[in-house]
């Protein structure tokens, strides 16, 4: 295919939202006339998955054809070092003749500065680009971004639904509520805001399809619609459920590409797909050869990929919150693996829990209960919970959510190890059917299937997200090698899993502390913390503090300390928080940000430890210092100064002062 012969790609994206927020996926509460007839034109994917529910690990995976968890990109703003042959998107495409406009900066993976200056910004890709050449656009909108639901109307109007008249506005008490968040006006008010939003973002669709007219481009250029994740209301986002991962997909193909196409115009496909499909689909377009790296399957084209019998995502490491989930989708069946069960959902769980009162205003147990939530206007960040209770907004007063809100798993303090819905006859994911005797089949080939993609796959979150920098720099720092250099990957992951067997797998655990391969020795440890606490195991996990690796000795620091043995701790502890690995100071804070008052008391010695930490400035060994000086990696100063020391550091800080009596006035 000639360069001049080659479509025009022009992507547009949109920030937090589900695949049923759209009136082409059936929402009857939603405006979106201007992507509903793109659908009509086009092709519509009715199941498309993203590879994790949050954005930079999600973007990375559609800019790069890969799982974030091959690659090493699975944590949530973390900084890679791409290996060699591995290009964005653009810079392919670019090396093939096309104009370009610029990557996504939100990605987990260092930019090469003159690549990313080589490349347009969005706007002016309609007026600078050579006319000899064939583009790719992306536009990246953000009305509808979770942060909406925390504004007040007057608020929302002003930068989310700016563009709508007011007989526009959605109407509060037609709007839908999940079963499983409680049924308030203020909800509904806000989940009316978050469409407006939609609606807004629909407009502006709208008028980057009527300057592609305009420019008489519409016929030359194939238009994507996507979503890099699901909504930004509780147990969407950030979430391993079909509200976090399911997301809106549309291709629409003009008639001098239709033999492009995978189907007719209005077709809607019913293939379980990936947004990271789209990297090695564009290529396919553009006739250009797909690298053998790539994971994901080609949409369309010569060489269109088999159609799936699954999907396999991925949730870890969110600013605070260290986590790993893994899920399987079929058609019918969604099943979750969650590997740290001894954790809550929730990125900030509020002391007490979602159901007890909050404690009255100027107590010291009110005091304490604000440093569970983020400080001051940050709260806004938080993704699901503590606003629910608190304000600003208040949705339920300070009484705790309702108790007949207990029945849902995802406001306790833990999780189940496993989870199985029929999403056919359960669309919410609400009705766990893994202990259901009757499901165990079902459950048992996912399971089957899951650990095997997993394996396949060389799934790095199987290591420690310190433990993985640490080996990397045998590798220059590549996270990528780590894996394709471990052979161990079975044994890791059988041992991830013993603690799902019980007191048979609780006796194996102990037996693998002393395991040679430190990813085992985590996971030895962390499995143990699914298990009530014994007298046995705490004196065999005084012996970890002394590991070797940090992510060992911070695994047993942290069940000891849960376990009311804090004292023990203090070396383990400070060790990780003098690291210069930012990961295993943010890890540090964060295994204690989830301590009662009870178990902080004992922690007073760490304060200087935590301040220093706070007042860090290295990220990684010298093995990133190249990288950090020379390339892009926008987000990485903020998960320093933000996340790690005024989110995780400081706050934990404020804890240990309330609960051990000494914090200042």
């Given at each position: 295919m000639n360069v001049q012969d080659k479509p025009n790609i022009l992507w547009i994206s949109t920030h937090d939202t589900s695949a049923w927020n759209y009136g082409c996926y059936g929402d009857t509460y939603s405006r979106t006339p201007h992507i509903d007839r793109l659908a009509a034109e086009g092709i519509r994917y009715a199941h498309a998955f993203t590879a994790g529910p949050i954005c930079s690990p999600s973007r990375t995976s559609i800019y790069t054809g890969m799982h974030p968890t091959t690659l090493g990109t699975h944590h949530h703003r973390s900084a890679v070092i791409r290996p060699a042959g591995v290009e964005l998107l653009p810079k392919i495409l670019m090396d093939a003749g096309y104009a370009s406009s610029k990557p996504d900066e939100d990605i987990n993976l260092y930019i090469d500065k003159e690549e990313y200056e080589s490349c347009y910004n969005a706007d002016d890709i309609w007026e600078k680009r050579p006319e000899d050449k064939p583009f790719f656009?992306?536009?990246?909108?953000?009305?509808?971004?979770?942060?909406?639901?925390?504004?007040?109307?007057?608020?929302?109007?002003?930068?989310?639904?700016?563009?709508?008249?007011?007989?526009?506005?959605?109407?509060?008490?037609?709007?839908?509520?999940?079963?499983?968040?409680?049924?308030?006006?203020l909800f509904r008010e806000r989940m009316a805001l978050f469409y407006d939003a939609i609606t807004n973002m629909d407009k502006q669709v709208g008028e980057l399809l009527g300057k592609l007219q305009a420019q008489g481009l519409a016929e030359n250029t194939i238009v994507v619609f996507w979503g890099d994740h699901g909504a930004g209301y509780p147990r969407g986002k950030i979430h391993a459920y079909d509200d976090g991962l399911h997301i809106p997909l549309i291709m629409k193909f003009p008639e001098k590409y239709r033999q492009l196409a995978p189907a007719a115009p209005g077709t809607v496909v019913d293939d379980l797909v990936m947004h990271m499909d789209l990297a090695p689909t564009m290529l396919q377009l553009a006739g250009i050869p797909i690298p053998e790296h790539f994971q994901g399957r080609a949409l369309s084209g010569p060489d269109k990929g088999e159609a799936r019998d699954f999907v396999c995502s991925a949730r870890d490491r969110l600013d605070n919150n260290p986590e790993m989930i893994r899920t399987i989708r079929t058609h019918q069946y969604r099943y979750n693996r969650n590997f740290l069960p001894h954790q809550p959902y929730a990125s900030f769980y509020p002391d007490g829990g979602f159901f007890a009162a909050v404690p009255k205003e100027g107590t010291l147990e009110r005091d304490f209960w604000e440093t569970s939530c983020l400080p001051g206007k940050e709260k806004v960040h938080d993704p699901d919970g503590v606003f629910l209770m608190h304000g600003p907004p208040i949705m339920v007063k300070q009484q705790g959510l309702p108790q007949q809100y207990q029945q849902y798993a995802f406001w306790q303090d833990h999780k189940p190890l496993e989870e199985l819905y029929d999403v056919e006859r359960d669309p919410e994911e609400i009705h766990n059917l893994a202990d259901d005797p009757a499901f165990s089949h079902v459950k048992e080939e996912l399971r089957r299937k899951l650990f095997g993609w997993m394996i396949e796959t060389a799934?790095?979150?199987?290591?420690?997200?310190?433990?993985i920098v640490v080996r990397a720099v045998a590798y220059n720092g590549i996270s990528r090698e780590v894996g394709v250099h471990c052979d161990n990957f079975a044994r890791i992951l059988e041992t991830a899993d013993l603690a799902r067997l019980g007191e048979e797998g609780k006796k194996e655990l102990l037996n693998r502390l002393d395991d040679p391969d430190s990813a085992v020795r985590f996971w030895a440890v962390t499995g143990l913390s699914c298990f009530d606490f014994d007298a046995e195991t705490i004196a065999q996990l005084k012996a970890q503090l002394a590991d070797e690796s940090i992510s060992v000795s911070l695994a047993a620091a942290d069940y000891l300390v849960r376990s009311g043995e804090g004292a023990v701790t203090l070396t383990a502890f400070n060790r990780a928080l003098q690291s210069d690995i930012l990961w295993a100071r943010i890890r540090a804070g964060a295994y204690l940000s989830y301590c009662?008052?009870?178990?902080?008391?004992?922690?007073?010695?760490?304060?200087?430890?935590?301040?220093?930490?706070?007042?860090?400035?290295?990220?990684?060994?010298?093995?990133?210092?190249?990288?950090?000086?020379?390339?892009?990696?926008?987000?990485?100063?903020?998960?320093?100064?933000?996340?790690?020391?005024?989110w995780v550091l400081e706050r934990v800080v404020k804890r240990i002062e309330l609960a051990s009596g000494t914090c200042p006035n």
């Open positions: 656009a992306y536009f990246k909108l953000g009305s509808p971004h979770a942060s909406v639901f925390k504004m007040t109307p007057e608020e929302a109007r002003k930068a989310r639904s700016n563009l709508l008249a007011d007989d526009e506005l959605h109407d509060p008490q037609d709007a839908p509520v999940p079963s499983f968040v409680p049924d308030t006006p799934d790095l979150g199987l290591i420690d997200e310190t433990e009662s008052r009870e178990q902080l008391q004992p922690m007073q010695p760490l304060i200087p430890a935590l301040q220093a930490a706070a007042d860090n400035q290295r990220f990684f060994g010298p093995e990133h210092d190249h990288q950090i000086k020379t390339k892009l990696m926008r987000m990485l100063n903020a998960q320093r100064d933000v996340i790690a020391k005024q």
